[in-house]
């Protein structure tokens, strides 16, 4: 863990939600995860994780794939989550034993396709009282308490600058979500949907769709004009 004063002093470069995003990234990777997500905590009722979920660089189609084989009702972790303040973690091999025989053992078989044996959930909370967990997921050992409370440390002041940043572009029509922006980015980068989609580990025909709906959103007609208006209107930099 020798880059953490760096890593830390990082937090007050972010300006925008591609530079949170870019930061999630790095984080995960410092703490040699594969990757991340930010969700609000579900309801007892919810019967699908993808609607909770505000951020992730998780493999593409893999929170759609957790959802179709119904894994969230009977999850141990989020069942913890909905009464827990604390960070937990969670060996994805062992962390069934609330699920019917059948279910354990298509979870088990879910994370080990995506090669993930560990994952650590970071609750968390703004001031108008949301409650939301960090998940890290991966391939590694379980973290020791000093990784835990240092990672613990990250996704709270994390969470406090994207509270900040939800705060100043409220949802609507003409904002950009989260992967419009980090694929408009790259384009005003000079890459190609190609380029991008190698990037982000998204499918050429996805990382298109998310331009086209930023143009029609920001009411352009073509990729310059749409990253002259983002510039124009500090979506990017």
Aim: aromatic content about 8%; overall charge negative; charged content about 20%.
């Amino acid at each position: 863990m020798t880059d953490l004063p760096p890593l830390l002093q990082s937090l007050d470069l972010i300006r925008t939600e591609v530079d949170l995003m870019a930061f999630l990234r790095r984080l995960s990777r410092h703490f040699d995860f594969a990757g991340f997500l930010l969700f609000n905590i579900p309801a007892v009722a919810d019967e699908t994780l993808l609607a909770r979920v505000e951020l992730s660089d998780l493999p593409e189609g893999m929170i759609e794939a957790y959802d179709e084989l119904g894994l969230l009702k009977n999850s141990q972790i989020f069942q913890m989550l909905r009464r827990s303040t604390i960070p937990l973690t969670l060996d994805t091999e062992t962390a069934h034993t609330t699920r019917p025989s059948g279910e354990a053992e298509r979870a088990v078989q879910f994370f080990a396709h995506y090669n993930i044996t560990t994952a650590a959930f970071f609750p968390v909370h703004n001031h108008g009282g949301c409650r939301a967990a960090f998940g890290f997921l991966g391939d590694r050992t379980q973290l020791s308490h000093a990784e835990l409370g240092e990672l613990g440390v990250y996704a709270a002041h994390v969470y406090n600058i994207y509270s900040t940043l939800k705060d100043g572009h409220p949802e609507k029509e003409d904002v950009l979500s989260i992967r419009e922006l980090e694929a408009l980015h790259w384009v005003a980068n000079g890459k190609t949907s190609s380029e991008v989609a190698s990037i982000l580990s998204l499918s050429e025909h996805t990382v298109n769709t998310y331009i086209n709906s930023a143009i029609r959103k920001l009411d352009c007609v073509n990729r310059i004009q749409l990253v002259a208006k983002a510039m124009r209107m500090h979506l990017i930099s």
